[in-house]
């Protein structure tokens, strides 16, 4: 019972760190992730008295440098054209905040199970995940449970009462469906990639389970998850190749559990769509698109024609495709779309650093473990498409694998050959 509450508790303050959120009586500015962050400056202040050393590795130092680069950028920008918007010029802060909270959840699930890698992390990551989408669904028709987390919550629950989505406690719009998009992918991985999970029917049986969880109820949220949806059902047909036409035998209990759970689950959303009104809103909301297709013969959905109509936003003169406007706050340019947020506030030069920092920290990983060097060009590519939509980043994930490295780097031996035995994903790990 006492390792039940242990790993519910881990499971909150992952939570708190992927879903961040403000209580009602604490400050604005004091969020869960600054709070998480400074709970990791003080942790990594004492463990460095106590060992005399601080774990960095030199990769982590390659990020810092990128991440400064880019702030630098922002801020000549934001000079130059004597604006005070410090949007992303003070990146490197918002950088060193997730580092820190980070360092903490990752310092959490080590004291709790005694290690901490790639599988943990991601496991905790797919149940918040999943428990985020019952939230939501529970907040939408639970009146009094509503009213309970809206007392204690700030999230901009307002806004998503006046149109009208689903939200969990702090997963809502953009921000969640890209979260869920990389958790999708690394639920993706770790199925396709560990042979013992493959063995258990009961194993796999929950980890598909809960992919269709957050890719159904995620795109309820938030149509951004069909993205990641997309990219970890392409991430199964080529790391099982399905597409060679030729399944190998290690991969026929997943595919066909994946394929009994799929008929299951459009059984359970086929009767629901018929006898529920509001599942079959949220539905029709989650797969529009689809659902355009099959009744107009045109893929299309409301939020793709306004970024088609209104929010492609270029600039209109050579200084600011350099380096950009200063301005990015306050929806100033009236659009969504990160790639023209990201050109408009720091021009092509600072776009060009931001987009180089994120292909380093694929690449970071990808090297570290060739096997998993897939799932590490996918999340790059999650990275650019949903630029295409919203301007946001997931460095919050690479922050938990910079973490998860250094410790495992503090525990090995100084021997040269052994360092990367147990990196963030070392085969014995997953």
Known sequence: MIRLLQYIFVGIIVSFYFFTIN?????????TKVILALFGVILLGYNGIVTRKILITRELLGAIFLAAIFSIICAISVDINHTTDYAYASYIVSFAVWLFAAYTVCLLIKAVHGRVDFYLVGNYLIAVCVIQCVLALFIDHNESFKILVDKFVIQGQDFYDEVD???????????????????????AAIVSKNQSIRDSRLKLSVYIISFFIILLIGNMISRTTSVGGALALAYLVISTGVFTFIIKRKFIKLHLTFLAILVIAIGISTYLYNTDLDFREDIRFAFEGFFNWVELGEWKTGSTDKLNREMWVWPTD???WIIGSGLFDNFVYSTDIGYCRFILYCGIIGFASFAIFFIYNA???AKKNKKYWDLFFFLLALTFIVWVKVSTDIFLIYALFYCVDALNFGLISEEKEEIYEDSLLHPRYI
Not at 23 to 31: C, I, K, R
Not at 167 to 187: K, P, Q
């Open 23 to 31: 209580f009602s009586f604490l400050p604005l500015s004091l969020n």
């Open 165 to 187: 989505r689903l939200y969990g406690i702090g997963a809502a719009l953009d921000n969640a469906g890209v979260r869920f998009s990389v958790v999708l992918l690394i639920l």
């Open 318 to 320: 050579t200084k600011t």
């Open 363 to 365: 690449m970071v990983f």
